[in-house]
């Protein structure tokens, strides 16, 4: 992407390192203030009604609110902190910051098209996909015990995310929708490639075979409809109305 290319060449000293990380750390401070007094929560959660009155911190806010105060999201916290490097890995400071800042946009004009109280946890599965599309087979102690694959991670996330969508409002749908652009504009048009070209490779063996089975013999008897590959003990000869026949079926023939 040439675009990308002159943005990063321009602006990429303004990025953020370990942008993720950053905003783990925060999202881990506020877990526990939020354990401590539940009530400041409600000053950072986007809110598009409150920001019209505004409190337009609420724009970003909600980024470091963690997406509640179960210890699920505490795992939720630490994956983001590991995964920070493989994707600073794969894109480089600038791209994830882009990434993010991205994702946290899409979520905002989703917010307002659809209002709707958020804390952005969409944002946190969209990188976690992205970090299992470049490392799938990368391992992480679940709880700190079990080993799992950030693939099978990935793909409980999406059915839990799935789930929510389908049980949802439909307005909330488009508000997850809308928090999904930045992983599938980033990753949409390489998966529907990569389909494309593995439709191509599966057409072209499927006129491959047909060619082989098509040309693979000379001779094809027009009456019994057999060929030197079904019988290669079979003698073929011309009839006078230029048609191709076998032995068997001119002995037929003539004695009949
Ligand atoms: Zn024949």
Not at 28 to 51: A, E, M, Q, V
Not at 60 to 66: F, K, T
Not at 214 to 240: M, N, P, Q, S, W
Not at 243 to 250: L, P, S, V
Request: proline content about 4%; glycine content about 8%.
């Amino acid at each position: 992407m040439p675009l990308l290319n002159t943005l990063e060449q321009k602006f990429g000293r303004l990025a953020i390192s370990n942008i993720v990380r950053v905003i783990a750390a925060l999202q881990f401070i506020n877990w526990f203030l939020l354990r401590i007094s539940p009530g400041f929560g409600s000053k950072l959660i986007f809110d598009p009604s409150l920001i019209l009155q505004g409190e337009i911190w609420r724009l970003v806010s909600y980024v470091v609110l963690p997406g509640g105060t179960s210890i699920i999201w505490l795992l939720t916290i630490s994956f983001m902190w590991m995964i920070n490097d493989g994707l600073e890995q794969a894109w480089g400071s600038f791209r994830l910051n882009l990434y993010v800042f991205f994702g946290m946009f899409c979520m905002v004009v989703g917010g307002f098209i659809w209002p709707m109280q958020s804390t952005g946890w969409v944002l946190w599965a969209t990188l976690l996909f992205a970090f299992a599309v470049y490392f799938p087979d990368q391992e992480i102690l679940l709880f700190f015990i079990l080993p799992i694959k950030i693939k099978w991670l990935a793909l409980m996330s999406a059915a839990g995310l799935g789930f929510v969508f389908i049980s949802v409002p439909g307005a909330m749908r488009m508000n997850i929708l809308f928090s999904l652009l930045n992983f599938l504009i980033t990753f949409g048009p390489g998966f529907i490639q990569q389909m494309k070209h593995r439709g191509e490779v599966a057409d072209r063996r499927r006129r491959f075979e047909s060619a082989k089975s098509d040309v693979a013999y000379f001779h094809k008897c027009h009456v019994c409809g057999k060929t030197e590959i079904d019988d290669a003990t079979l003698d073929f000869r011309i009839t006078a109305s230029g048609d191709e026949i076998c032995d068997a079926c001119r002995t037929a023939k003539t004695l009949k």
